[in-house]
């Protein structure tokens, strides 16, 4: 039987991680994940988990206190934002080398500078390529139910790589909404206990974690890698069937909102997904065949199903909520041109950055970047390479 709750996205996170009682929780503070631990911390406080909470300097510190444990076999996680996680780099590409499976809520907010505190993608953008999965969240309700998956994609034997689980800071984060939690018990049951085939507290095997690679070898583990993040593909779709036969919730890579006959539009990450759907709603009721796909799962990329989505469209928007200071567009842009180049026919496409440092995206907007796609359809004119959305001129 589901419990009614009502949660902020970081609450419903907390008590993912309290349902699941991991063996060791190593964080530092920063707006807007503060929280997180903090949550954390007192439920140990007060007898409700068993993790062992390690209190640290810094971030980085934080993930090199995760990869220590993890690798020592115990199932850790973590959770930051910004700056916090750009401090932590350097560990996030020896986390996913050594193939240590942490879970990390990943508040997204703006990188400095200059300073600012609210949200866009950029912090995790800018770990994109750092070997980690990332899946994103709409709400609070997905913040919940994407982070108990997270941790069985990442343990899965074929994969066994650290994920990233974001959520939009303060949008999603410190808002409130009404969520359907799982029973502890059914939770517990989903994700199972941590059981890793090689760590270094196992007595009777003598293992080495994070050595001196050399140039004949480096390049066949940097490929297993690769494999690693291609078979999770497979994972998360099978993990989602699990989670769906559970709580009657569907994920996949990406979702598609009203797709089936539209002739425009959007591609979108996280919390403006709900602003994309209600201009969508708006512009079926004027006539106009428009549609919104959302990106869920950013690494591994969900090349083959945007191919699919996009096959009958005549004009797409994609949406980056950071800069990639490429001059050639955002991250999402990027990828998603790269992904149908070649493989639909026929398609306008124009990416757009939006919101950056907390900028409002509003219903409005989206329904101007549906207009500006379908004259551009319409005129046969080549899109611009790239271009902000609701900036003062």
């Not at 991991?22 to 807007?32: G, H, Q, S």
């Not at 390529?129 to 709409?138: H, K, P």
């Not at 293992?207 to 940097?222: C, F, I, R, S, W």
């Amino acid at each position: 039987m589901a419990i009614n709750e009502r949660l902020s996205g970081n609450e419903a996170v907390s008590f993912a991680i309290k349902q699941i009682n991991p063996d060791v929780v190593a964080a530092y503070p920063i707006t807007p994940s503060t929280e997180i631990p903090q949550f954390i911390s007192q439920y140990i406080a007060n007898g409700e988990m068993t993790t062992v909470y390690v209190p640290v300097e810094s971030e980085h510190s934080s993930m090199s206190a995760c990869i220590g444990s993890e690798a020592a076999g115990a199932r850790s996680m973590t959770a930051t934002s910004s700056c916090g996680l750009a401090y932590m780099f350097e560990m996030l590409y020896i986390a996913a080398s050594n193939r240590l499976p942490i879970t990390m809520a990943v508040v997204n907010r703006a990188l400095s500078g200059p300073i600012n505190i609210n949200n866009d993608h950029s912090d995790s953008m800018g770990a994109r390529d750092a070997g980690w999965l990332q899946i994103y969240a709409e709400n609070a309700q997905e913040a919940y139910d994407n982070f108990i998956q997270c941790v069985r994609i990442g343990e899965h034997k074929d994969v066994k790589l650290p994920v990233m689980a974001c959520q939009d800071g303060f949008i999603t984060s410190h808002a409130v909404e009404r969520l359907e939690l799982i029973e502890t018990d059914k939770v517990k049951a989903f994700v199972g206990e941590y059981k890793p085939e090689k760590y270094l507290l196992n007595p009777d095997e003598i293992l080495a974690v994070g050595p001196y690679d050399t140039p004949q070898y480096y390049m066949e583990h940097k490929k297993a890698q690769t494999e690693a993040m291609k078979n999770a593909r497979k994972a998360i779709k099978e993990i989602a069937k699990e989670f769906e036969a559970m709580t009657g919730r569907k994920y996949d890579m990406l979702e598609e909102y009203r797709m089936d006959d539209a002739e425009y539009a959007v591609i979108i990450i996280g919390s403006s997904a709900g602003a994309g759907k209600e201009a969508v709603d708006e512009l079926r009721n004027a006539g106009v065949k428009a549609g919104l796909i959302k990106v869920r799962v950013f690494r591994p990329f969900p090349d083959e199903e945007l191919v699919a989505a996009l096959k009958k469209v005549k004009g797409v928007a994609i949406m980056d909520k950071t800069d990639s200071f490429s001059a050639a567009g955002g991250p999402l842009g990027a990828e998603v041109k790269a992904a149908i180049y070649g493989k639909v026919d026929g398609i306008t496409a124009a990416n757009y950055i939006y919101g950056l440092g907390g900028r409002d995206v509003r219903v409005e907007h989206i329904k101007q970047v549906f207009e500006e796609i379908a004259e551009l359809v319409k005129t046969g004119k080549a899109p611009e390479t790239y271009k902000y959305l609701a900036i003062r001129e």
